[in-house]
C-alpha cells in the first residue's frame, strides 16, 4: 500500500502563496493522487484529485512530477480561513476497499 | 439541507457497552463508508458498502458491524465497547469510490469510560 509522508506543520500569512509536497515513493501505476481539507470538528472535505503532470480547480492546485513519486498542494493568497489539517491520498478507484490511512496530515496556520 | 448526517454527534458510553451510530445521506450515492479518527488524528478507513460488496479493513475487530437498511443509511453498530474505540467516527458517501464528489459527515465523538 503506498504511505504518504508530509511536514506536520505549515506557517503562513494571509495573501502569501503556500505549497505542502507530499510523498508517496512506492505509489501504484493505477493510483491517483488526492488531496482533503479538514477543519476542527469537522469531515475531512475534498480539495483537489490528480493523475499526472497539473490539475488546477477554483481552490487550489496539484503538481505531480513526472515519475509521480511526491505531489505538491498550491493554495494561492491563502486566508485566515484556509487554516486547517491538509491530508495527502493516494488510492484507486474500486469500492472503496484499497482506500488508505490518511496519515496525520499537514495542520496549516495561516497568520494575519 | 445536510447532505450526509450522523447521529449522535456526541456518544460517551461505559465499557462493555453496546451502541449504535446512525449515517444518512442524501445524495444518491451508491457507496458508503466508515471512517475512525484517533488522537492522532490519523484518520483510517473501516467499511465501504455498496449495494453489491461489502469490504472490510482486515484491522477492524468484528465487534464493528455495519448495517444498511438501504442505499441511503449505513448504521455503525459496535459491540462490547474497548476504552481504544474511543474516537471520533466519520461516514461518508461518494458515486465513486475515492472520487471528487466523497463528501463526509460531521463525525460522532464516541467516548467510552
Known amino acids: 500500500l503506498a504511505k504518504t509522508t508530509q511536514p506536520i506543520s505549515m506557517d503562513s500569512y494571509e495573501g502569501q502563496e503556500v505549497n505542502i509536497t507530499c510523498s508517496h515513493n512506492?505509489?501504484?501505476?493505477?493510483?491517483?493522487i488526492t488531496w482533503y481539507q479538514q477543519f476542527p470538528s469537522q469531515g475531512p472535505r475534498f480539495i483537489i484529485q490528480g493523475y499526472k503532470t497539473k490539475v488546477t480547480n477554483e481552490v487550489a492546485s496539484l503538481f505531480i512530477p513526472a515519475d509521480r513519486k511526491s505531489s505538491t498542494l498550491s493554495l494561492p493568497r491563502v486566508s485566515l480561513s484556509d487554516t486547517a489539517v491538509y491530508y495527502c491520498?493516494?488510492?484507486?478507484?474500486?469500492?472503496?476497499?484499497?482506500?488508505?490511512?490518511f496519515g496525520t496530515g499537514t495542520q496549516l496556520k495561516v497568520e494575519l | 439541507d445536510t447532505a450526509v448526517s450522523q447521529t449522535p454527534k456526541y456518544l460517551v458510553t461505559q465499557m462493555g457497552n453496546d451502541k449504535s451510530i446512525k449515517c444518512e445521506q442524501n445524495?444518491?450515492?451508491?457507496?458508503m463508508y466508515w471512517y475512525k479518527q484517533d488522537s492522532k488524528k490519523f484518520l483510517k478507513i473501516m467499511f465501504s458498502y455498496n449495494n453489491k460488496e461489502l469490504i472490510i479493513n482486515e484491522t477492524v475487530p468484528n465487534r464493528f458491524s455495519p448495517k444498511s437498511p438501504d442505499k441511503a443509511h449505513l448504521n455503525l453498530h459496535i459491540n462490547s465497547l474497548e476504552l481504544g474505540d474511543s474516537a471520533v467516527y466519520f461516514c461518508a458517501s461518494s458515486q465513486r469510490g475515492g472520487g471528487p464528489d466523497e463528501t463526509f459527515g460531521s463525525g460522532t465523538r464516541l467516548t467510552v469510560v
Open positions: 512506492n505509489i501504484a501505476t493505477n493510483d491517483y
Open positions: 445524495l444518491g450515492h451508491d457507496t
Open positions: 491520498l493516494v488510492g484507486g478507484f474500486t469500492g472503496g476497499g484499497n482506500k488508505l490511512t
